[in-house]
């Protein structure tokens, strides 16, 4: 990690587009008021499916933000919630003004996939089945040229937004985007900072974009056993913690923060929600599906990240865990809380608000800093919902059901991906 003598972060603009809200407040009003987002899959025909739930984004149009609809409308779905979380989180900020060298000024993405186009991919196969059951190669590919459209191709990729973003705001400096599974947008953060820290810019807009609620997203996640099949009860599938969790449930959306050197920020007399005060990043090593059953890589990495702060565990007021639902992530992600809090483990609170919003994916790490910052804001720690039957493996304290007002200074942030990355980054009330 870099010296904690480096340059100082902050946090100056917040933006989300999520199945909560679409924009920041409407999204903590709903946190506040243990709300569910979840409810059934409407983005295509998931009748025949094991999970008929997610937590999707509804009534929210990319022209809200005075695009031009016929220059956007191939655009990915993912492309158009960072296009809406960025563009609050700049207003919000005021940065633009203050942004003389446009080399200074990088975006940093930990963006998923945008539209798959199944229809297209199932006429192509369709048109390509010979009578005698075989795949005519030559067939596919010429329905392939006069069916695919090019541009939509294109916007599929991972890379399509952290483009879209620099040139909606003239971004020249950095310009990277991870896809590091659930952990990426926490990642861009980390990296993020870590630019700003080490000089090689003033101001970046970090974050995350992602919707896999289609056909191929739901069948690969069903085919790991990973989804919650609870689809009776919509707002209760997603259960972090609670010893009836069966999965989780699958969400959408962006949201985005804007970076700033503390002198840069100073300087112009920005708001500051928050800083970012430490970073760890490690692996597990061990499994693509399957995090360490001791937790090794969530443990150094909660360590990493509170002494890259320069404090110790006891400092950490709250914890909003990664908290899927699902029964391992969970109780492992509670064995390492206990390994790195030690006595004070069962006095530390610790939510997920995925059990609200869903699991956005590579979206979910930055939404849940944003959450973090909130409840440094407002002295209010958000709550893990549908919390009923205590898990003898998870006993910690989850802020059950209701949201609660507490000291909260120092906040962690956990975000734990299919791979075996681990990313945890410490926020803290600006001083």
Request: glycine fraction near 10%; hydrophobic fraction near 40%.
């Amino acid at each position: 990690m870099i010296s904690r003598t480096k340059r100082r972060v902050v946090v100056t603009g917040m933006g989300v587009i999520n199945p909560l809200g679409h924009d920041v407040e409407t999204m903590w009003d709903k946190l506040k008021q243990s709300a569910s987002g979840v409810g059934e899959i409407t983005l295509f025909d998931a009748s025949r499916f094991p999970t008929k739930i997610a937590a999707e984004i509804r009534n929210w149009d990319v022209t809200s933000i005075g695009v031009d609809p016929e220059v956007w409308k191939f655009r990915g779905r993912h492309t158009k919630f960072a296009a809406g979380a960025a563009y609050q989180a700049i207003q919000d900020s005021g940065v633009l003004a203050s942004i003389s060298d446009p080399m200074r000024f990088g975006v940093y993405l930990g963006s998923g996939e945008g539209n798959q186009d199944f229809h297209t991919f199932a006429t192509m196969i369709a048109a390509s089945i010979t009578p005698e059951g075989t795949l005519d190669l030559s067939r596919y590919v010429e329905t392939g040229v006069r069916t695919v459209n090019p541009i939509q191709e294109l916007e599929q990729e991972p890379n399509m937004p952290v483009g879209h973003l620099a040139a909606m705001f003239n971004a020249q400096g950095p310009n990277v985007n991870c896809l590091t599974a659930c952990a990426a947008s926490s990642q861009a953060i980390g990296e993020a900072t870590e630019i700003i820290r080490s000089d090689q810019a003033d101001v970046m807009l970090a974050g995350g974009t992602h919707s896999m609620i289609h056909p191929f997203g739901i069948t690969g996640f069903n085919l790991l056993t990973a989804l919650s099949t609870n689809n009776s009860e919509p707002t209760k599938a997603s259960r972090p913690f609670d010893r009836l969790r069966d999965g989780f449930v699958i969400g959408e959306g962006s949201g985005m923060v804007v970076l700033e050197e503390l002198e840069h920020a100073l300087a112009r007399g920005a708001k500051i929600y928050g800083e970012i005060a430490g970073y760890g990043s490690t692996a597990d090593a061990y499994r693509i599906t399957d995090i360490h059953p001791e937790g090794r890589g969530a443990i150094a990495c909660m360590k990493m990240a509170i002494a890259d702060a320069g404090l110790e565990p006891s400092d950490i007021d709250y914890v909003n865990a990664h908290g899927t639902s699902t029964t391992v992530n969970d109780k492992v992600e509670s064995r390492a809380c206990r390994e790195v809090f030690g006595a004070r483990a069962a006095q530390t609170p610790v939510s997920s608000t995925k059990s609200m919003m869903g699991h956005l994916i590579a979206a979910a790490g930055v939404t849940e800093t944003i959450v973090c910052l909130l409840a440094i804001r407002d002295r209010i720690l958000p709550p893990t919902i549908n919390y009923e039957n205590p898990d003898p493996l998870c006993d910690l304290d989850y802020v059950p059901n209701v949201a609660r007002a507490a000291k909260c200074d120092v906040a962690l942030s956990n975000s734990f991906g299919f791979g075996g990355q681990n990313i945890s980054l410490v926020v803290k009330r600006f001083s």
